[in-house]
């Protein structure tokens, strides 16, 4: 079964704090992919980062860095420095192909409140 | 490069009633897919179309539920009769190719009262 799960509902910082969103995934699929979208309060999915299995190199992109762990099942999204403006509903999803379809399987998001 | 748009953004509607969703894919994109989030609960997968043909529909949680997309360019969504439950953000998203990062619209907010 393909699935992913984002086991914190919610997580509130302190602006300027490090903090990390946990995603767990998993797939009987040798080819996949990872996916991280930011859920603003205005309401629209904004794509941030997409992985293929075949790349475990991490990536760092300003604030933000990823860490795609095979051996683990894991890719979780580390915001460094956090800013209010980075207040959102995170969304990890899996792409794979599942019975024939190729379709994204999100898991549940994580709320993030970022306080001054 | 325009996104992808959806009309309305939020549609409150009474229990029995027709609604109809409209995504604009972004312009190039053959592929168009629709999500559902309902209330407190993970986005999930409704259906995909490859240009105006149904690749996949095996998320549409009933016969209530169409959707279309003649000419291969925009889709619609409509829900008759609409029912308590399917109260929701309904999401399209456009991607290039099939493996291709999909898009997402702004959602359309959907309350059936």
Known sequence: AQKVTQAQTEISVVEKEDVTLDCVYETRDTTYYLFWYKQPPSGELVFLIRRNSFDEQNEISGRYSWNFQKSTSSFNFTITASQVVDSAVYFCALWAVIQGAQKLVFGQGTRLTINP | ?113
């Not at chain 2, 409209?22 to 053959?30: L, V, W």
């Not at chain 2, 996949?56 to 609409?82: I, W």
């Open chain 2, 1 to 113: 490069e325009a996104g992808v748009t959806q009309f309305p953004s939020h549609s409150v509607i009474e229990k029995g009633q027709t609604v109809t969703l409209r995504c604009d894919p972004i312009s190039g994109h053959d592929n168009l897919y629709w999500y559902r989030r309902v209330m407190g609960k993970e986005i999930k997968f409704l259906l995909h179309f490859v240009k105006e043909s149904k690749q996949d529909e095996s998320g549409m949680p009933n016969n209530r539920f169409l959707a279309e997309r003649t000419g291969g360019t925009y889709s619609t969504l409509k829900v008759q009769p609409a029912e308590l439950e399917d109260s929701g953000v309904y999401f399209c998203a456009s991607s290039q190719n099939l493996q291709g990062t999909q898009y997402f619209g702004p959602g359309t907010r959907l309350t059936v009262l």
